[in-house]
């Protein structure tokens, strides 16, 4: 939960609305956040079909975008805002495509993977890790935060709890890899919003039921899951270690896979520049 604002403003800050990303060894938030989009084969199109018809899938197949990957927990404020930007933008995009078909798949990654499950309190974490205990610094950044949110509908708040969130990576990937994308994003929106906006512990087995149930999972199958914390671990564990392999040290982090070429985008951007990439990556993939 962080925002941003014009005037005097922090060092490193700027009233622009593309925000920074955070990088790797900083004493910031902790978390990032990839996309990536890819296209599919065409199949192959029968020669004695009508030429109306072969144009008409040749259309729709060009369009099919078969994933989309976010890197994004645990999550900075940067990274919420960048995934509620990206939303609006793959809304318009679909609108505009209808034919195109767009997969979001979420990978973990850890910036502050020594931070205890317990935690502490987020405010003064933020204030004392960021600026130097400065509280005029601070309150000039959670307006900041605060104002940005406000464009996408989100209501930062800035109490409560920052912690290690290993078991909400564990959870997000289990899911996702057996009820599929719309599941994963379920539950990552409920995870954003309970830390974000209702100050909740980012990865207690409370929030966790309440990020599971709002996914449509079942409480028993959930709690069970929940309360086994070493199943999925070591898988979590792997694919944390594959994105450090990768070079993804910063976070709001956006890989967009296209045909021809990728696309990668760092730093929460603005709606139209997404819109901007995926249409491009859209219309590469014809």
């Not at 003064?124 to 509908?153: D, F, H, N, P, Q």
């Not at 409480?219 to 979590?236: H, M, T």
């Not at 450090?244 to 709606?271: M, S």
Request: glycine letters at 6%; hydrophobic letters at 35%.
């Amino acid at each position: 939960m962080h925002p941003i604002t014009t005037g005097s403003l922090p060092t490193g800050y700027s009233c622009s609305s593309t925000l920074p990303s955070y990088r790797h060894g900083h004493r910031c938030d902790p978390v990032y956040l990839p996309h990536v989009l890819q296209d599919v084969e065409w199949p192959q199109l029968h020669p004695i079909e009508p030429r109306e018809l072969l144009l008409r899938k040749r259309r729709e197949r060009r369009c099919h975008i078969k994933r989309l990957r976010l890197v994004i927990l645990p999550p900075p404020l940067r990274t919420y805002l960048a995934k509620k930007r990206l939303d609006v933008a793959l809304a318009r995009v679909r609108s505009a495509n209808p034919a195109a078909t767009f997969v979001v798949k979420y990978l973990p990654y850890q910036l502050y993977p020594e931070a205890s499950k317990e935690g502490e309190d987020k405010y003064a974490w933020y204030m004392a890790s960021k600026y130097g205990g400065s509280e005029e610094r601070m309150k000039m950044y959670t307006t900041l935060m605060a104002a940005y949110g406000v464009g996408v509908g989100i209501d930062f708040k800035f109490g409560g709890t920052v912690a290690n969130t290993l078991d909400a990576h564990r959870l997000v990937q289990h899911y996702q890899s057996r009820r599929g994308p719309a599941c994963a994003d379920a539950l990552i929106n409920s995870l954003y919003r309970q830390y974000f906006e209702e100050e909740r512990h980012p990865s207690s087995p409370q929030t966790l039921l309440t990020a599971a149930q709002e996914a449509g999972i079942d409480e028993k199958e959930a709690r069970a899951f929940i309360e086994d914390e070493y199943e999925g671990l070591q898988d979590v564990k792997m694919l944390v270690r594959e994105q450090a392999g990768n070079g993804v040290d910063a976070v709001p982090y956006v890989v967009l896979e296209g045909r021809r070429r990728d696309f990668t985008l760092q730093g929460a951007k603005e709606v139209d520049e997404y819109v901007k990439t995926l249409e491009q990556v859209v219309k590469e993939s014809g």
